[in-house]
């Protein structure tokens, strides 16, 4: 069973700082990284996707994956207060589907 | 363009009442995904269907049936609600290789009491 871990937090971050959030994969064939955002009583939707590795930046956001050591992140240069999400880490399963981490909160203050 | 739609977004159920959650993507997407999201264990993958016709289980599929009615319909069964089935309920679809990101639905809050 493929298994993906995050630090459920809550992270809080000042407003204007840089907020890391991490996450761990067991499988190491994993080919594809995805992170997704979810605001408090909404559906998920995609921030980033990585497939290869190193650094990848859009915006304010930039993942990172390091295929070795199994491990990939995102980084949010100058967080907002409309940064504060969960964020969910998720790598593709065999048939296509996501499997999930169990999401970092993050809290940005003003 | 609607995306994903799924129907209900509230639902209250006795123990034992049956219901079908729908679910419709309009992206022509081959693959679609039924997960359930509860406090503190992240989404769970149910049921999924790799293409139309075909249906497989995923990590917790007691409980539940899923028919892929067509390629655009994908909809989920509780046969006889129970108490551990209250949760979020969220659908997705993608286009079914490694590197294709899921869109999600915007969800089914379902209590059973």
């Known amino acids: 069973q493929k298994e993906v871990e995050q630090n459920s937090g809550p992270l809080s971050v000042p407003e204007g700082a840089i907020a890391s959030l991490n996450c761990t994969y067991s499988?190491?064939?994993?080919?594809?990284f995805f992170w997704y955002r979810q605001y408090s009583g909404k559906s998920p939707e995609l921030i980033m996707f990585?497939?290869?590795?190193g650094d990848k930046e859009d915006g304010r956001f930039t993942a990172q994956l390091n295929k070795a050591s199994q491990y990939v992140s995102l980084l949010i240069r100058d967080s907002q207060p409309s940064d504060s999400a969960t964020y969910l880490c998720?790598?593709?399963?065999?048939?296509?589907?996501?499997?999930f981490g169990k999401g970092t909160k993050l809290s940005v203050k003003p | 363009n609607a995306g994903v739609t799924q129907t209900p977004k509230f639902q209250v159920l006795k123990t034992g009442q049956s219901m079908t959650l729908q679910c419709a993507q309009d992206m022509n997407h081959n693959s679609m995904y039924w997960y359930r999201q509860d406090p503190g264990m992240g989404l769970r993958l149910i049921y999924y269907?790799?293409?139309?016709?075909?249906?497989d289980k995923g990590e917790v599929p007691n409980g539940y049936n899923v028919s892929r009615l067509n390629k655009r319909e994908f909809s989920l069964r509780l046969e006889s609600a129970a108490p551990s089935q209250t949760s979020v309920y969220f659908c997705a679809s993608n286009a079914g290789s490694v590197n294709t990101e899921a869109f999600f639905g915007q969800g089914t809050r379902l209590t059973v009491v």
């Open positions: 499988d190491r064939g994993s080919q594809s």
């Open positions: 269907s790799a293409s139309e016709g075909t249906t």
């Open positions: 998720a790598v593709t399963g065999s048939q296509g589907n996501l499997i």
């Open positions: 990585i497939y290869s590795n």
